[in-house]
């Protein structure tokens, strides 16, 4: 079974840096690789049209360069994605719209192999993490289940009310604020500097790090990073390809324009808020 590097980063107490993707191009993971500077890619799958061969082609990617796949899933498709993207290669999960204790431990069950001991749901399966057919139902399949690691995003209301109670589920490894959804969930869509969203961030972060977990965040610009680290952040998720396409474009196109004397036409379109994204 393939090494997990963002599972030895964390268990030595080491920084680790990922990016976000939401095309299922596998040369763009290569290109993450190729830069030199990642630990591991966050497939976003969440919002991104995708399949099961797109997920196994990611897979080949990242053991191409020696990346740790992460792949964010909805919570209706916990349990399958999960299993599924495990199954191509990948090696973390980060589940969204967690609201419960109950919540938490489902998603710590779809990742964990159902064996004595282990209390997951995982069955043994034919798929690329096991070689198709070479390590189908070994012990070694096994341990590496228990390798992947499991983040979890807190982002909703009732997440936060009972947080406590949800981070002390054992397996749970990573944390992450989600202020878009928070803020909508309380009734102040879009208002990301809020003081209530800061105040329930920093109670994340904290709490995450007084129960030995380890809160993540993620950037599209690097200048929060050092109000992070001071507070004692080490994992950092940072740009997306949408955006740094969109702003490039943005940017250039309205330049070139500029320089043949016209306006850009997305001058009149509404612009993103910058925001989180």
Known sequence: MRRNKLRELLSAGQPTLGTHLLS?????????????????????????????????????ALELKELTGMIKVEQ???????????????????????????????????????APGKG????????????????VGRPSYVEALDQVVIALMVEKAECVEDLDRILSVPGIDMVQFGAADYS????????????????????TIELALSKG????????DLERAPEYIEMGVKHFCIGWDVRILY????????AMRALLGQSASAASTPQPSGGIY
């Open 76 to 114: 209706t498709q916990w349990t399958h994605q999960a299993m599924r993207a495990i199954g191509s290669g990948f090696q973390s999960v980060l589940f969204a719209d967690v609201r419960t204790e109950e919540d938490a431990r489902a998603c710590v069950a779809a990742v964990r192999a159902e």
């Open 213 to 220: 977990l380890h809160p993540r965040i993620e950037l599209h």
């Open 184 to 203: 909508m969930s309380i009734g102040l869509a879009g208002q990301f500097a809020h003081p209530d969203i800061r105040k329930a961030e920093r109670r």
């Open 120 to 135: 997951g749901r995982l069955g043994v399966g034919m798929r690329r993490d096991v070689g198709t057919v070479l390590e």
């Open 247 to 254: 702003n490039w474009l943005s940017a250039n196109g309205s």
């Open 24 to 60: 299922t191009w596998p040369t763009l993971v290569e290109l993450v690789g190729a830069a030199g500077a990642f630990d591991y890619v966050e497939f976003t799958a969440e919002y991104a049209p995708f399949d099961l061969y797109d997920l196994d082609n990611l897979g080949r």
